[in-house]
């Protein structure tokens, strides 16, 4: 599995599926799956029954997790799609770029 580019807290968009064109924050990145969760996308419902009497059931809709080649990078300054490049810093520090406007990630 390669690395993932795309870390908790990233602006997203998706690329392809049923939620085509949706942004939204990575909440969960899960690298060993190459998997994320993105808030408002992918939004499933789990039917719930009453575990302890006095409890309500009811259905809970949740973020579900989509692949991580689905989703692409959003630069927070050009407010484009990008996949950031890597840069290394004057004082040895590793960051991404945005390969459209170059501002630092």
């Known amino acids: ?12 968009i998706v690329l392809n599926g049923k939620d085509k064109g949706k942004t939204g924050e990575v909440l969960t990145a899960m690298p060993r799956e190459g998997k994320v969760v993105v808030q408002g996308v992918n939004v499933c419902s789990r ?5 302890q009497p ?3 059931g ?6 579900c997790p989509i ?3 689905k989703v692409m990078r959003v630069c927070p300054k050009c407010d484009k799609p ?13 960051v991404r770029v945005c390969k459209k406007c170059g501002a630092e990630i």
Do not use: N
Request: net charge positive.
């Open 1 to 12: 599995m390669k690395k993932m580019s795309i870390k908790q807290g990233d602006k997203v």
């Open 47 to 51: 039917h719930t029954k009453p575990r």
């Open 54 to 56: 006095g409890d309500e």
């Open 58 to 63: 009811g259905i809970i809709q949740k973020e």
């Open 67 to 69: 692949y991580a080649c």
């Open 82 to 94: 990008t996949r950031p490049a890597h840069k290394l810093l004057a004082d040895g520090k590793k």
